[in-house]
Every structure is written in structure tokens, then in C-alpha cells.
């Protein structure tokens, strides 16, 4: 159950809606807390011992409400203030120790607060408590105070004030006051005197003044402000007229009265006029109205504005009343006489008729906004809220004007209890796809295919701006928010919209060369079947680029053979041919036979199929006269590489004879059996491989049960699946064939397993919150408002994810605004003129006619759309310009010229024509002479008409030329196109137009254009990017002999143009510096000799001896190219061969006779040490092939010895490489990774460069790296942002209006990239408006209407002007005043009337307001004591008559806050002696001459006296202050620094020209003549003010440095030659003269 209940207690009235129960004790027990609780209670057991308590705890309990419980301490105290046992006290007498109370929970803390005012002045405060007085003399800088502040403990819900002990119990009482810092008291501070004004009379004795003003009012006790004015009497040399009167009469008025109504008819009183001739000053001679005022009129009008701000009007009307003012003579020393001697013929205006005052009235205040500030943030300063209210009554005439009608308050001003504020931040999209075709320059693009493109390339992102989610709420990084006007995040940088990206290039592989083709071997060799086999050869990769699915070429090739092999029996002969009977003839000699795999291993017996050849092998051994025959020669090469159908390869070998038979000898064989051929190569020339395709894209492998799920997370795999490819075997040159032609064994795999990339969902932001609709009403007949919401792609699907909406943006009409209300003002008939009542006028002036100056009024009314009457509130708002509801009217009189009213205006006969109208007069008046004066009463007027043309003129400079946007609503999808910024071609420049009327005035654009502007077609001119040539053709290997680089170049064409890629660096001939450097290799031996067998050994025989012995044998050498087969004739020039290395084409060649030991050709020789140590040999042999016969020599030795010398029979070689290529990229790559490669060569110690075999040969360890990775810089190009939208224009009328946009860099150009544009800011002019302005008019000078002096008005009026802006560049003209606005609404907002005062000849009057002074801040030591500074201004007294000394008024000075004051300090400044006087003035730092600020007891002296006085002859005061001697005479002075007296000066005498040591001691009589010479011409070392004059320090120095020359001088003269070793006479010591002159 719950109710309202409502309490009243002392704290006031509170409605509380509560459940009944404990809350209704909460008021109840608070109420408690207004009745005073002693802390001392004293309850007497007798005398000496009594009761005391002590102050209640807080209120503790379990639960909020009234079940909590407050204790305190109980003791008993003796009267001596000891405390003792309680049983001396009386029990019954102790005061409770516990009670029952309310305890208060935090929630109730809601419910009340302290309520703090500010601090109020600082008030001085003594400086020691006994001390009353203020030490304000002794102030160096400031001095002590104290400011308080009132503080209450306020209800929340209605500010009513209660007790304090309530927000005691949540928080601590402020402080109530606080000490402070008073500045010392300032002085007022005012300028220097203006000059004396003229005289006030031009004859006989008058009166000057001058004036000075305040710059500075007194604060902190400071000194008031002096007198302004200074005045002193005047004569004129001219003596006056006697003729003339001794006064000046003037006809004085006072102010209008307030403005009255005419008296009802039951209570009418007729005015009395009286007239006061008395001669006192200070009694008015006026002429005064007595009236009396209805009680009920005055009743009826203050009930009537009640009614009116409660009940809104339907219409106004004015009524007419009258007001008067009081009149009278007044003589030039201030006494009042008889009002005829001012007025003469004319009766003053005393009445007139006036509008009666209307207060301005408003309606009630509106609900409070809410406030600014909703939530929690960083920023300490409190919101604000508003209301607001509007006016209902337009004030009148001296009606109250209207108050303020907004209002402003801090809300929310600790704001803990608010929510915290969102946070902003960027976020970014996901990358796009990486696109490398900006890199290119535009002549690489147009050639370049680009979906071959590769290598390093660009990628964007959109940034937006989102509302981060409260801390507390999980997020995870994928989470998306809203995204939010980009101007919340301002400050904070953006995320980089442009990061480097690669598309993989082609595979790319570094293959060895092919190794030679094996044997013929089975497809398997561990399941050997069939016939047929396959010989290979391999090759292996050296370096790949990784990263793809590509593979590379093909390592293995096949070629079918038949008959194959895995194993074959491998025979080795062990021994030498061992004969089986005698020393020679038949034998056998032993064979290894070991079983060896295709790759030359060694492997068991068992491997091999066939039977193994036997182990030992017939041979036979030469007897002494056989015939002996060498062993054979190697196999040659084989003529063919395969065999066809027409060709087969063959290679052979040779033996020759080497010793011929004897009579008895076996026989030599016959020549064919010298000689052996075989078949090689007799495979078919038909090779084939594995030819593997591209791997294929991962897909689910569905024979496994890996289920990939897709999670939101940063793995990158969501399961295992397969990928796979195509194989198959290619027939070289041919294609495809049968899988069977390649060897099965080494057949690719097909299928491989991969991991399956996650699928990728499309994720896309909320839609952005609707833009907002106009917040006002909407004209009729306007467009429809559109409001429009869009949402950003975050996530593009990938991998078979769901796609991304189609709707990015949405537009909508906006809801049904309500079209503005159409109200009008309506004007009733005006009523007849009224004029100020007969009575008045008849007791004022005497005159009764009902004729004269009046006020016409009329009614104004609301009309809606419908014709009904509305409420005069509606037509405030809507209705535009309020008309006028009164005007002054005129009754004729009997004398006055009357006219006819004013006929229509003629027709306009064009544009430039003028009409006209007429008037004629009326009655007598066509006779009188003065209403025929067209100059006072015109009959004709004359008009321009209107024209309606306009000129339409440009102004101001062009635009820069804009090119169109492509943007379009769809750019809000927050996806970057992919799509050049259009930075050239055809765009549009704008200019401004001013559209002038005739009359030369700026009017609306909209007359002359539709847009406001003029366009025309501009050009941007494209950059064009520097083009170089082609690559030249490859130059020469830079080695003539083994590893090298080749070089090809580009050269500039054209330079860059415009903005365009630059060059790359240009070398001294103005070429580009753009090369490519690859490394080449030129074989040593790229061309080697081809020799043929030996002839037969010709042996010259004569007659029939045998044909042995030495002979001659040749062969045919020819140089052909590395690699010609044996068959083919490749013979080339021998020049190409090295000539060092050619073998010989004969030889000494022997054949041994019968009997005659013969030996085998020598063996190769041994290798030498790898170093070729010194002393080291090498060897080589030979065999004994036949022994020698009985009687012949022995055989030589077998084997032969040489030394191993360095580079003649020893080498010793090395590893060494190429210099490195250019970085070498892809084919399609433009930049990005890529690889450097250098050869390897082996080179001789001789440096020649040998076969890269030799040092594998020699197991020689290669260090160098013959390839690496490498990066070639990207050019990227300067990267931009889109533009951002035209922002509104900067003025809303003339023609100083601009429009900008401005887009940012995303990514600076870099290295041959095409820079940044400068034009990041554009502007484009804005409309030419005419701008429509009150002016308000400087206030006219005072007037005083149908008087000479006293109260008059001073007026200024509102005009409305048209300009372009700018006041200082175009002149403003008059427009009309509805284009400005509301004339009456503008009045209320400006003073246009204001009362001034014209004083008479000989009143005693104030200046007029002098300006304002510089604004000054308060400062202690130079440092600001305020933030705001003050000004003043001041008012002197001019006196006209001393007479009128009395009636002055008093000067007046007033101040004002300003900012930007400055610190000002003062100090005195002296002027130079004059006479023993100077001047002293102070001023200030600004150089501002002032009287006071400087501290008086500072002040310089401005007279000069000596002490004692100058009282000797001839003796005067210096400016030092002391006695000197006048011109001509010299001071004599005593032992104590004073003047003894002055005696002439030698010399200065005019009789006769005397030396300076002339005697002139006849002046004063003494004892002798050298006395004299001595008191009179004596140089005194003291000058007359006691300080030691500056010619004692010179001679004192020049004598110092002549003395050290001297020394110096004596000590080289005096110094020991070198050559003589006695030593020298000794010298006499240095004398200095000294004459004892006095004056030293």
C-alpha cells in the first residue's frame, strides 16, 4: 500500500511518497534535531558531586530506519572537576545513556545537500586580537582578511533549508570562511590637467578652467580622488559696453512628466497654474500642474497587467494621454525672474500629447533543458541548462522594458553519480586486396598485362569512427559498433589507411646442371621384371622462392632401354701376367670380380642375376724378339647422343706396336687389329619426364573425419584437408604420353595434405544512427526532408562465407513535419487625433481651441489562416514585422494653412521614370501669403520609380578548377574503391556574382543567376611521369674467362612534368642512372683441341736392316667446341683454342729391335702437396712390357723423379666469385623480395681459371654465399584521402563567404614515387548576399525642444543598411526596413532616447563623460591579484559663475570590469636643477604622466639648500648641496671639506693678462710672499662636495706605470752579457725624485 503524506515541521513543507512504516519516523525523529541538546547535564546529589553526560554517537543499527540506537558516556564528576565512583551520585538523578534514533542510509543522502553561496569580499581584519587599529601605514604588499560565505543544508526536492545537523551526518560542513590577501590601499590615480580653456567672457573679468580625469578609483582604503577642475579668474583688456545689460536671461524647462491619463468626469479637477517669483536659487520659478489621480483608475490599470500575463491578449490597443513639464526664466548668476522677460511674444510649450506606457510583459518560464552534461568525464566544469520565455506585450513609450529571457544555471556539477561518457575511437576495415598496378608509372601501364603482375604492391583500408562499448561488457576484436560522425574521434590519429602487401610471383628455381645418364636399370630394382628398363639422369634444385603452389621443373628424365640392370659383375685386374712354363710366352694373371650397384657401390654377390666371370684371365708375356703391342687407348666419345633410324653412335680405341719381332718372334697383328669400334648410345633418341601441374586449392577431405569449424579467432586453419594435381608423363618436345614410358618408381605424388583456410562470413556495422531531420517547421511548399543512414563493410566473405548484404545505404522521408503556421497582423482604422485635454491646456497656456500638435492610435489584432482571431503571441512568432499602432497627427487651427490629402501616384512610364502626386490648398488658405510658400507647404512630391533591373557582375578572383566527384552515396559502403584519384582533365572554376540593381545596391544573387555564380570549363593539366627507354641490348661479359656480370641500361627520354614521377638519379651526361647487372660466365675452354690416333712410328731404314729404332710418328689435331660429338665435324679457327695447351702434331716416337727391353708409355704423374711445399717431388712410371734379350743392356729405370715448383709443376688453387647482380626479381615483379646471385669460379695459383671441377676434385671448402635475398625499394606514389564535403560558408552574406574542403595524406611518396600534391585545400566562393543590418546612429547632440538650457533628450535612430561585408571596403547604402527585420522588436534591445541636461549661462554643470581609461588589473609585485582588470571614468565640475559655487554639483567617477588589463607600477621622474628648484612628477610605466600611485614618502625633493648656509662673499648653494665660489673665483677650503672663502681666480683679472703662477696675494694679507704662493696657487685634491677629484686617480696611475718602466729600463741596461763569466761591477740602487710638490 502506499500514499502521500505531507508534513510540516520546522524545516519546512516535504511530500513524501513512501510505504507506511519506519519512513514516517524519520520526519518524526528529524524534527528532534531542532530541539538544542546540552552536552553537560548536571544533576546535583549534593554540593560537591553531580551527573555529567557526553555528546550522543552516531546512530548504529542493522537495518535503515528507526531501529537504531544512539549511546553516550555517563560519569560522576566532583565539583573540582575530578571524576569519581557513580554511587556518590544520585542514581535517580542520572541521565539516560542510550536512546532510540533514525539511522540514516545512503540513499538518503539524495534527499538533502549543503547549499554553498560564494565567497564574499575580503574584509580587513586586525592583525593581533587586542590590536583595533589597522596597520595600513606599514603595507608593503597586501595585508591580512578574511572572506565568508553562507552555507545551508538544503531539502533537494524544493531548496527549503533545515537544520545543518542532517548533512552532517553524510558529510563534513564546509568551511565558512577563509583567509585572504587585501593589496594595499591604492591611491586614486588621475591625469595630468588638460590646458586652460579661453575666458568665459570676452570683456572686463570672466572665469577659465581646466580639467583632468580618473584613471584609477580608490580601492582597499586607498586616498579619494582630488579635485577635477581647477579655476581661476580671467580679465579681458577689452573693457564692456556700458550699454550693455549686466545679465543673461534664459528660458529653463524641466523634464516632461510621466505620462497621464485625462481625469475621469465624476472626479475632475481643473490644473492651477502657479508662477514662484522668489529670488532664492535654489526655489523653482516653475509652472507647476496640480492634479489628482483617481484611486480606482490606478487600481483598474494594475488588475488589467494581471490579467494580461495570465491570459494572453487577442489584441493591443494604445491610449493617448498628455504630460507637462515645468518652466522658467533663469538670470546668468542663477536667479529665477519673471518668466515674461524669457519668453517675450511666444508662450513656452508647457503639455503635449503622449502614448501611455505599456510594461513590457512575458509568459512564464518554460521547463528547464535538459542538461548539457549527461555523463562522467575527464572535463571538471559543470553543465548548464536552460529556459526560457517569450514576450507577450511589446513595451511603449516609458513602459518597463523587457528582462531577460533566457536564463542559464550549472547542472550536474560534481557529476559523480552520472554515467561515464562514451569514448570514441577509430576503427579500421580489413585490408583490401593488394593491388601493385599504382606503382607503375603510366608508360609502364600501359604495357604492362596486368594479371601477370606480381611482387610487392599497396593496400587501403577505410577508417571510421566508432562509440566504444562500456569497459565492463565483454568485446571481443571482432565485435563492431556503430559507426559515428568522424568529427567524434578528432584528435586522436587514425589507424594508417595504406600498409605494403606481395602477391606471389612465379615459382622460380635454381637448377644444377644434368648429371649423365645411368646405366640401363630396372624401374624397380627390388621387384626386377621384364625386359625393358630406363635410363636417367637428374639434376637438383639450388634455390627456389618459396610461398606458392608452383613446383619446379622437372628433376629426373628417362630413356627406355632394354636389357636392364640393377647389379653388375664389376672385374679389376689384381697382378701382372704371371707366364705358366718359362720366363715368357702364355700365362694368366688374376681378376677382382666383385658385384657393384648401378651407383658404383659395392654390394653382396647375391645382387647380381648372372653367373660371375671368372676369376683369372689368360695372358701371355713378350719373349725377347715377339712382337710387343701397347695396351689399348681410352674409349673415344661417342658420335651420337642416341641412336635414330639413320645413325647409331660409335666410339673406338687404338694400340700400337712398340717393339717388332725378331726372326723367331711372334708376329705383330695385323693393322685392322690394332684397332676396335663399339656401339654406344644405342638407345633411341626419345626422352620423357614427369610433368606435374600447379596444386590444386585445398579442399575438405572428406574420407577423414577433420570437421573444421569457423571460430572468431587469429588462427588461420580451420581443419585438415587435401590438395591435389595432375601428373603425367610428357614426351620431350612432344606431350603427353602413356605413364608407362616413364619410370613408375619416380612418379610425383598427386595428392597432399593441406590445411583448410576458415571460412569467412561477411561482417558489416550496424547501420549509423538516421541523420536528423529539421528540428523546426517547414515552410509551404518546400521539398520534402530526406534523412539517410548507411553501414561500413568491415569483413569481405571469403572461402565460401556468407555474402554481405546488398542495402549499404538507406534513405527515407522524414516524418511528417508540421508546416509552419500562418499568422497575420491585423490593423484597425486609426482613431481621431487626439489632443491634450481643454483643461489642461486652458490652466497651462490659456488657449482653448481643440487644435494643434497630437497622437493618432489604432488597434492590431492576430488573424490566423482561417480569418479567426489568434493570440498576439502567434503573430509575435510567426507574423513577421509589427506595424505601427500610433503616429503624431495634426487638428488645424483657425490660422493654419490647410491642404487637401495627397492624390495617388501617377504611373510609371518605365524603368528610370519618377511619378507623381499632388495636393492643392483649401478655404482661405489659397489667399494667405504664407500657405503659398511651396518651400513650407509643397503641392507637388516626386518619387523614382522602381526598376526592376539587374546587372550582374563578377567579383573576386577565381576558383582553383575542381574536378567533378565521383563519389556517390554508395562511397558510404566504407569498401575503398578501387579506382584513381582523378587528379587531371576537365573540371569547372567558380566566381562569385553580384548581383546590382539600379541603384547600384547589392541584392539577392538569385535576380541575376540561379546558382550565384558564373562557371567555366577548366583544364587541369595530367602530370606526366618521367619515361625512360627500352633496356639496350645486353653488353659484353665483363670477364673475358669465367664468372662476370652483364650490363643493359635505360636512358631519359623525358623529364617529369607537372607534379609527375621523378627521374631516377641522372649522372653527369644528364642520363638516368637505371641499370640491371646479371652474372654471365665465359668458359675458359670453351673451344679445346681434338686429337687423333699416332700414325704408325716411320723409321728411316737403309738397306735391308730392320725397321726399329727412332722414328717419327704424327696426328691431326683440329680445335673444336666443348661438347661436339665425335661424329660431328665442328672444327673452328685454332686461334680459338689456347695456343699453350695445343698438344704437339709429331713426335720422336721408338721402336724397340728384337732382344731390346721394352717399356710401357710413362704414367701420369703424382700430384704434388696442395701447398707445393718446397723440396717436395712428384713421380711417375712405366712397365717393363719385354725383357731384354742375353745380350742386350738392361732396361731403364721405371720410374722418373721431378721437383714440384710452384706454378711450373705445381698449382695450387681457389675458390673465387663474380661481383653480385642487381637485385633480380620476377619477370612481373616490380619491387618487392627478390635475389642477388654471384658465380663461383676455381682458379689456378697461376690465375688462370680451370675447370670448376678441379677444386670439387681437391675437396677444396667454398665460404662464399653464391646467393641471397634482397629487397628493391617500391616507388610508391603519394597516396591521398577523398575529399571531405564542402563545409558551410564561412560568412552567411557579403562577399568575404568561402566554402573549403580538404582532404589528408594517407601515404607519403617514396623513393621514385610521384609526390604529394600541394593543393590539400580547396576553396570555392560562396554566393554573394547582401547583408541587411541595423544601424544604430551616435546619440545627437542634447536638445532642449522650445527652451534655451535645462532637461532635454538625446537621440540616435535605427536605420537598416545594406553592405558587402565589409565595412572598410564597400559603402553602405539604405534599404528597406523590412528586409532588416522588426524595427519595434530591434528598439527593445536599444536605447533610443536618453535624458541629458543643457545648462544655462552661469550654472555650476558636469563634463561630459570623459572615455574610459586603459583597463588596469591589481597587482601584488607584478603579478595579476585578478583576472578581471577595471576602467573608469569621471565627471568634473565646470564653474560658470562663482556666484553659483554653491548649487555645484559634486564630481563624479563610476568604474567598469574589462579584460586584458595590465599591470601598471609608478615611480617619481625629476627634472634637471634649475635655480636650486626642479620638477617632480610621477608617472606611470606606460609613460602616462599621473597624480598619485607613487608613494609620497618617496618623493624627491624639489628644493636644494646647503646646511651650513652659503653665507661667505662670492659663495653660492651647487647642485651637490654644497658651498662653491661663483664664476671667476676659486674655492678655498678648510681641513674639513667646507668653504674657508673664495678668492679670484689668477688670470681671469681684465686689466693685464698674468701667469698662472701669478702672485695675487694682496688680497689677503699674510706673512710672506712664498706664504701666498703657497695659499693661493695650491692644487686641491678634495673637491668642494668631499670626494677626491678624478686628476688625483690619473696622476696617480700615470706615476704608477712610469715607475715600472723605469725598473724595467735599469733591469735590461743592468743585465750580464753571456760571454763573460766575471761578474759585474755592482750597481748603485735606483734614486726617484721627488720635488715635495703639495699638490702630489
Excluded at 625499394?1273 to 560558408?1289: A, F, Q, R
Amino acid at each position: 500500500m502506499s500514499w502521500t503524506m505531507t508534513l510540516k515541521d520546522d524545516f519546512g513543507v516535504i511530500a513524501w511518497t513512501r510505504q507506511v512504516g519506519n519512513f514516517l519516523r524519520l520526519f518524526l525523529l528529524l524534527s528532534l534535531f531542532s530541539i538544542p541538546v546540552p552536552s553537560d547535564i548536571v544533576l546535583p546529589k549534593n554540593y560537591h558531586f553531580s551527573w555529567k553526560a557526553g555528546h550522543w554517537g552516531h546512530c548504529t543499527g542493522e537495518q535503515c530506519g528507526s531501529g537504531g540506537v544512539q549511546t553516550r558516556t555517563v560519569w560522576c564528576v566532583h565539583i573540582e572537576g575530578w571524576t569519581t565512583h557513580h554511587s556518590h551520585c544520585r542514581h535517580l538523578d542520572k541521565p539516560e545513556s542510550q536512546r532510540q534514533c533514525f539511522k540514516v542510509c545512503d540513499w538518503h543522502q539524495d534527499l538533502f545537500e549543503w547549499e554553498v553561496s560564494d565567497w564574499g569580499a575580503c574584509i580587513l581584519v586586525p592583525f593581533f586580537s587586542n590590536e583595533l587599529k589597522l596597520r595600513t601605514t606599514e603595507c608593503i604588499t597586501a595585508q591580512h582578511g578574511i572572506q565568508r560565505r553562507n552555507i545551508h543544508c538544503v531539502r533537494t526536492s524544493n531548496r527549503t533549508i533545515v537544520t545543518t545537523r542532517i548533512c552532517e551526518l553524510f558529510s563534513q560542513k564546509p568551511p565558512v570562511e577563509q583567509a585572504c590577501l587585501i593589496p594595499c590601499p591604492q591611491d586614486c590615480v588621475v591625469s595630468d590637467f588638460t590646458s586652460w580653456s579661453s575666458c568665459s567672457k570676452t570683456c572686463g573679468a570672466g572665469l577659465q578652467h581646466r580639467t583632468r580625469h580618473v584613471l584609477a578609483t580608490p580601492m582597499y582604503g586607498g586616498a579619494n580622488c582630488p579635485n577635477l577642475t581647477e579655476t581661476r579668474t580671467c580679465t579681458s583688456s577689452v573693457d564692456c559696453p556700458v550699454a550693455e545689460g549686466e545679465y543673461q536671461y534664459s528660458l529653463k524647462v524641466g523634464a516632461w512628466s510621466d505620462c497621464r491619463l485625462p481625469h475621469h468626469k465624476d472626479a475632475l479637477l481643473n490644473g492651477r497654474t502657479t508662477v514662484d517669483f522668489s529670488t532664492r536659487s535654489d526655489e523653482n520659478n516653475t509652472v507647476t500642474l496640480d492634479t489628482v489621480t483617481s484611486h480606482h483608475h490606478s487600481h483598474h490599470t494594475r488588475h488589467h497587467h494581471v490579467h494580461e500575463h495570465i491570459k494572453h491578449p487577442m489584441s493591443w490597443e494604445l491610449e493617448v494621454g498628455y504630460q507637462t513639464r515645468h518652466v522658467r526664466c533663469t538670470r546668468s548668476d542663477g536667479k529665477n525672474v519673471m518668466l515674461s522677460l524669457c519668453t517675450k511674444d511666444s508662450s513656452p510649450l508647457t503639455f503635449q500629447a503622449c502614448g501611455m506606457p505599456k510594461d513590457c510583459q512575458t509568459s512564464d518560464w518554460s521547463s528547464w533543458s535538459t542538461c548539457s552534461k549527461t555523463c562522467r568525464s575527464n572535463d571538471l566544469s559543470p553543465g548548464y541548462r536552460l529556459r526560457s520565455r517569450i514576450v507577450t506585450q511589446i513595451p511603449h513609450g516609458s513602459g518597463k522594458r523587457c528582462p531577460a529571457l533566457e536564463e542559464k544555471e550549472a547542472c550536474n556539477i560534481i557529476g559523480d553519480l552520472l554515467p561515464k561518457c562514451p569514448r570514441y575511437m577509430w576503427r579500421a576495415t580489413d585490408w583490401d586486396e593488394c593491388r601493385i598496378l599504382p606503382l607503375l608509372s603510366q608508360q609502364d601501364q600501359r604495357l604492362a598485362n596486368i594479371s601477370l603482375l606480381c611482387g610487392w604492391g599497396i593496400q587501403t583500408r577505410k577508417t571510421y569512427c566508432v562509440q566504444v562499448p562500456d569497459d565492463s561488457a565483454p568485446h571481443h576484436r571482432k565485435e563492431v559498433s556503430r559507426p559515428v560522425n568522424a568529427r567524434m574521434c578528432e584528435g586522436a590519429e587514425p589507424p594508417l589507411a595504406v600498409q605494403n602487401c606481395s602477391i606471389p610471383c612465379q615459382h622460380h628455381c635454381m637448377l644444377s646442371h644434368w648429371s649423365p645418364w645411368s646405366s640401363c636399370l630396372h624401374d624397380d630394382c627390388k621387384e626386377t621384371q621384364g625386359k625393358k628398363g630406363f635410363r636417367q639422369r637428374r639434376r637438383e634444385v639450388l634455390w627456389e622462392s618459396g610461398g606458392s603452389l608452383r613446383t619446379c621443373p622437372h628433376l629426373m628424365e628417362f630413356m627406355p632401354c632394354e636389357d636392364p640392370s640393377c647389379y653388375l659383375w664389376q672385374v679389376q685386374q689384381e697382378g701382372r701376367c704371371i707366364p705358366a712354363k718359362s720366363p715368357c710366352g702364355p700365362g694368366s694373371t688374376t681378376l677382382n670380380v666383385t658385384c657393384v650397384s648401378a651407383e658404383g657401390e659395392d654390394v653382396p654377390n647375391t645382387h647380381c642375376v648372372d653367373d660371375p666371370p671368372s676369376s683369372e684371365e689368360a695372358c701371355e708375356v713378350a719373349c725377347s724378339t715377339d712382337c710387343v703391342v701397347g695396351f689399348w687407348s681410352s674409349w673415344s666419345s661417342c658420335s651420337h647422343s642416341c641412336a635414330t633410324k639413320t645413325a647409331e653412335g660409335r666410339q673406338s680405341r687404338t694400340r700400337t706396336v712398340l717393339a717388332i719381332p725378331g726372326k723367331e718372334g711372334k708376329a705383330c697383328p695385323a693393322a685392322p687389329a690394332l684397332e676396335e669400334w663399339r656401339v654406344c648410345n644405342d638407345h633411341p633418341c626419345m626422352v620423357f619426364y614427369w610433368e606435374a601441374s600447379v596444386w590444386g586449392p585445398c579442399t575438405e577431405d572428406t574420407s577423414t573425419s577433420l570437421n573444421g569449424t569457423s571460430l572468431w579467432n587469429e588462427t588461420s586453419t580451420c581443419g585438415v584437408g587435401v590438395q591435389s594435381r595432375k601428373v603425367s608423363c610428357t614426351k620431350m618436345n612432344v606431350g603427353p604420353v602413356i605413364s608407362k614410358r616413364c619410370s613408375d618408381s619416380s612418379r610425383p605424388e598427386t595428392v597432399r595434405p593441406c590445411s583448410l583456410p576458415c571460412k569467412k562470413d561477411c561482417i558489416v556495422t550496424p547501420f549509423s544512427e538516421w541523420t536528423l531531420c529539421p528540428s523546426s517547421c517547414l515552410p509551404e511548399n518546400t521539398t520534402t526532408a530526406m534523412q539517410s543512414r548507411y553501414r561500413t563493410i568491415i569483413q569481405r566473405p571469403a572461402n565460401g562465407g556468407q555474402e554481405c548484404p546488398d542495402t549499404l545505404y538507406e534513405e527515407r522521408e522524414c516524418e511528417l513535419l508540421r508546416v509552419c503556421p500562418v499568422y497575420r497582423w491585423k490593423t484597425h482604422k486609426w482613431h481621431s487625433c487626439t489632443l491634450v485635454p481643454n483643461s489642461i491646456r486652458r490652466g497651462l497656456s490659456g488657449s482653448g481651441d481643440d487644435c494643434g500638435n497630437g497622437l493618432e492610435t489604432r488597434g492590431v489584432s492576430c488573424i490566423g489562416e482561417n480569418g479567426e482571431s489568434a493570440s498576439m503571441i502567434e503573430c509575435l512568432r510567426w507574423a513577421g514585422p509589427m506595424p505601427f499602432q500610433i503616429r503624431e497627427c495634426h487638428v488645424a487651427c483657425k490660422d493654419d494653412c490647410t491642404l487637401t490629402a495627397w492624390s495617388k501616384f501617377s504611373e510609371c512610364a518605365g524603368c528610370g521614370s519618377s511619378r507623381t502626386r499632388r495636393r492643392s490648398l483649401t478655404g482661405r488658405s489659397k489667399k494667405k501669403e504664407r500657405c503659398l510658400n511651396e518651400e513650407l507647404y509643397p503641392l507637388e512630391e516626386t518619387e523614382t520609380c522602381s526598376c526592376e533591373k539587374f546587372l550582374s557582375q563578377p567579383y573576386g578572383n577565381w576558383s582553383a578548377c575542381i574536378l567533378p566527384d565521383p563519389s556517390i552515396p554508395g562511397s558510404l559502403q566504407g569498401w575503398m574503391s578501387h579506382r584513381e584519384v582523378k587528379e587531371c582533365g576537365q573540371g569547372l572554376r567558380y566566381r562569385a556574382v553580384a548581383c546590382i540593381n539600379q541603384l547600384g545596391h547589392l541584392v539577392n544573387p538569385m535576380f541575376c543567376t540561379d546558382s550565384g555564380y558564373i562557371m567555366e570549363v577548366c583544364h587541369i593539366p595530367c602530370a606526366l611521369d618521367c619515361k625512360l627507354s627500352d633496356w639496350s641490348a645486353w653488353s659484353a661479359c665483363s670477364a673475358s674467362c669465367g664468372g662476370g656480370l652483364k650490363i643493359r641500361s635505360k636512358w631519359l627520354r623525358e623529364k617529369a612534368f607537372n607534379g609527375g614521377r621523378p627521374c631516377p638519379k641522372l649522372d653527369l651526361k644528364n642520363q638516368a642512372q637505371v641499370y640491371q647487372a646479371v652474372p654471365c660466365n665465359r668458359e675458359c675452354s670453351q673451344y679445346e683441341w681434338r686429337t687423333e690416333p699416332w700414325s704408325i712410328c716411320t723409321i728411316n731404314t737403309v738397306d735391308d736392316l730392320p725397321a726399329c729404332g727412332e722414328g717419327v710418328q704424327s696426328r691431326k689435331i683440329r680445335c673444336v667446341k666443348k661438347g661436339t660429338m665425335s661424329g660431328e665435324d665442328g672444327s673452328v679457327d685454332d686461334s680459338l683454342c689456347d695456343q699453350d695447351e695445343m698438344p704437339p702434331r709429331a713426335q720422336v716416337c721408338h721402336l724397340a729391335c728384337p732382344n731390346d727391353c721394352v717399356m710401357s708409355p710413362w704414367g701420369p704423374w703424382s700430384y704434388c702437396p696442395l701447398q707445393c711445399d718446397q723440396g717436395t717431388v712428384r713421380n711417375r712410371s712405366r712397365q717393363i712390357l719385354r725383357l731384354p734379350g742375353p745380350d742386350n743392356t738392361a732396361c731403364p729405370e721405371p720410374v722418373q723423379s721431378e721437383p714440384c715448383v710452384l706454378n711450373s709443376t705445381c698449382f695450387t688453387y681457389q675458390y673465387t666469385v663474380s661481383d653480385w647482380s642487381t637485385c633480380q626479381l620476377s619477370e612481373n615483379a616490380i619491387c618487392g623480395q627478390g635475389s642477388r646471385v654471384r658465380l663461383l669460379d676455381c682458379v689456378r695459383s697461376d690465375g688462370k681459371i680451370v675447370d670448376l671441377q678441379k677444386c670439387e676434385q681437391l675437396a677444396l671448402t667454398n665460404k662464399w654465399w653464391l646467393i641471397e635475398s634482397c629487397v628493391a625499394d617500391c616507388p610508391v606514389s603519394c597516396i591521398l584521402s577523398d575529399w571531405s564535403s564542402w563545409t558551410e560558408c564561412s560568412h552567411t552574406c557579403g562577399s568575404k563567404g568561402q566554402s573549403v574542403r580538404t582532404r589528408r595524406v594517407l601515404q607519403e611518396a617514396h623513393e621514385e614515387g610521384r609526390p604529394c600534391p600541394s593543393q590539400l585545400t580547396q576553396t570555392k566562393p560562396c554566393p554573394i548576399r547582401p547583408c541587411y543590418v541595423w544601424l544604430l546612429s551616435d546619440w545627437s547632440p542634447c536638445t532642449v525642444e522650445g527652451a534655451d538650457c535645462g532637461e532635454g533628450l538625446r537621440k540616435r535612430n535605427l536605420s537598416c543598411i545594406v553592405h558587402w561585408g565589409d565595412w572598410h571596403e564597400s559603402h553602405p547604402h539604405p534599404a528597406e526596413m523590412e528586409l532588416c527585420g522588426d524595427i519595434l522588436r530591434q528598439r527593445l534591445h536599444q536605447e533610443m532616447e536618453a535624458p541629458c541636461f543643457v545648462p544655462c549661462p552661469g550654472d555650476c554643470h558636469l563634463t561630459e563623460w570623459s572615455s574610459w581609461s586603459a583597463c588596469q588589473l591589481t597587482c601584488l609585485e607584478g603579478r595579476s591579484f585578478e583576472s578581471t582588470g577595471r576602467q573608469a571614468r569621471s565627471r568634473a565640475v565646470i564653474i560658470q559663475a562663482m556666484e553659483n559655487q554653491g548649487n555645484c554639483p559634486q564630481q563624479v567617477f563610476e568604474t567598469q570590469p574589462c579584460k586584458g588589463g595590465k599591470c601598471h607600477n609608478y615611480q617619481w621622474k625629476t627634472g634637471g636643477w634649475s635655480n636650486n628648484k626642479r620638477a617632480v612628477w610621477c608617472q606611470r610605466s606606460d609613460g602616462v604622466n599621473v597624480t598619485g600611485g607613487c608613494f609620497p614618502q618617496k618623493r624627491p625633493t624639489t628644493l636644494r639648500h646647503c646646511h651650513p648656509p652659503c653665507t661667505k662673499p662670492f659663495s653660492h648653494c651647487t647642485p651637490s648641496g654644497v658651498c662653491g665660489c661663483e664664476r671667476g673665483y676659486t674655492e678655498v677650503m678648510t681641513s674639513h671639506g667646507f668653504l674657508d672663502y673664495c678668492t679670484r681666480t689668477p688670470g681671469m683679472d681684465n686689466s693685464k693678462k698674468a701667469d698662472v703662477k701669478t702672485n695675487s696675494g694682496r688680497l689677503k694679507p699674510g706673512p710672506s710672499q712664498a706664504g701666498d704662493l703657497f695659499s693661493e696657487w695650491t692644487l686641491r685634491p678634495v673637491g668642494p662636495d668631499g670626494r677626491v677629484k678624478l686628476w688625483v686617480y690619473a696622476v696617480t696611475v700615470v706615476g704608477f706605470i712610469v715607475i715600472l718602466f723605469i725598473i724595467a729600463l735599469s733591469f735590461l741596461v743592468c743585465k750580464p752579457p753571456k760571454t763573460t763569466k766575471t761578474s759585474p761591477p755592482p750597481q748603485k740602487p735606483l734614486t726617484l725624485a721627488y720635488d715635495g710638490d703639495m699638490d702630489m
